[in-house]
């Protein structure tokens, strides 16, 4: 009898998975496509991003961090994004955004929440200077929005987030 009962389970597993991998690539493209506004609407209105700035940083509140953005401090940073007369930013990084190695963790089916888990590399391309390459973890709390999600939480741990950086401006 517990064997229908583990393949729904695995079944459930199954189509969040499919559901969250096209979720996060249309987050991502969002981002490559310039569309801040836009990826700032997939957070709910308690959601944040966060980047730790070292290896084992337990929470954005205790210690500096590469970003910890609310909505307001994401709509901020938009509109510095978008500002035409920010030469330091002129023209806006382009950027290619892959996901994979995509894990689901907890599924609250009654509360329509899901953690994810999921492997980043980040090309951020500018004219005025060297490629660069970033990569880690990227770690979700997602909550059901109809008939797709939100982001409660997002945090993105760069392998070398205790490096050292020319100034960030785009998220990971």
């Not at 496509?33 to 991003?49: I, Q």
């Not at 590469?66 to 990084?93: C, T, W």
């Not at 955004?97 to 492997?119: C, L």
């Not at 979700?140 to 982001?151: G, P």
């Amino acid at each position: 009898m517990a064997e229908p009962e583990l393949r729904s389970s695995g079944m459930e597993k199954l189509l969040a998975l499919r559901e969250v991998e096209e979720f996060l690539i249309s987050e991502l493209a969002l981002l490559d496509n310039g569309d801040f506004a836009g990826w700032r609407e997939l957070f709910t209105e308690e959601g944040y991003y966060w980047a730790p700035a070292r290896p084992g940083q337990e929470n954005p509140l205790d210690e500096i961090s590469l970003f910890y953005d609310d909505k307001s401090i994401m709509a901020v940073r938009i509109e510095r994004l978008n500002q035409p007369r920010d030469h330091g930013r002129a023209p806006l990084p382009r950027t290619s955004h892959m996901i994979s190695n995509i894990e689901i963790g907890a599924i609250d089916s009654a509360a329509g929440a899901i953690n994810v888990t999921a492997r980043f590399h980040m090309l951020e391309y500018r004219p005025e200077m060297e490629q660069r390459s970033f990569g880690g973890l990227y770690e979700y709390s997602l909550v059901r929005a109809e008939d797709s999600y939100r982001i409660a939480a997002k945090k993105a741990t760069v392998i070398n987030c205790d490096g050292a950086f020319f100034p960030l401006a785009m998220p990971f």
